[in-house]
């Protein structure tokens, strides 16, 4: 009768010093957190409009809305995100046999500062990059705004993964 009687109320007890955090998203967010901010980020590259600067911005607060429980706030935020686009370049890919680019690519580049709040050792500062090609028959001022949502879009889920990211 004990044998039986010990594991009802011993496995109650272990399982409830066991924690298993689900995430469909893969983001391993601090228990304690509950908000974020992201500071606009600068348009800093020659290049750079202040429009792509807006869209990256916006498509990073959207990203971390959608993918995490956190409630964004204007500043101070438990996890925080700041930087600036360094580099907007565009070269001339897939030459041809009379010596033309068939391809242009577009080349942002994102510096990154990263602020957790609750735990210091988490916090880190980087730089991602990421292109997009496009044809050179097509004017850059008419493709721009698509190739920019594009990049920032890759730009931004790297971002996710490494900071938030239980990869």
Not at 116 to 130: K, M
Not at 148 to 162: A, G, N
Request: with cysteine; aromatic share 8%; proline share 4%.
């Amino acid at each position: 009768m004990r044998a039986v009687m010990l594991p009802t109320f011993v496995l109650p007890l272990v399982l409830a010093g066991c924690k298993v955090n689900y995430s469909f998203t893969g983001a391993d967010i601090p228990a304690e957190a509950g908000t974020y901010d992201v500071a606009v980020f600068e348009a800093r590259a020659p290049l750079s409009s202040p429009r792509s600067a807006q869209v990256f911005t916006e498509m990073l607060r959207d990203l971390l809305q959608a993918q995490t429980p956190l409630k964004l706030v204007r500043e101070d935020g438990d996890l925080r995100y700041e930087g600036a686009i360094t580099g907007y370049d565009v070269q001339p890919v897939s030459i041809q046999a009379n010596e033309t680019a068939a391809l242009n690519r577009l080349t942002i580049t994102v510096s990154v500062t990263y602020t957790n709040t609750l735990d210091a050792t988490r916090s880190s500062t980087f730089t991602v990059s990421r292109f997009a090609d496009y044809d050179s028959g097509a004017d850059l001022l008419t493709v721009e705004e698509s190739l920019v949502r594009t990049i920032s879009d890759q730009l931004v889920q790297d971002i996710f993964d490494r900071t938030l990211g239980n990869w």
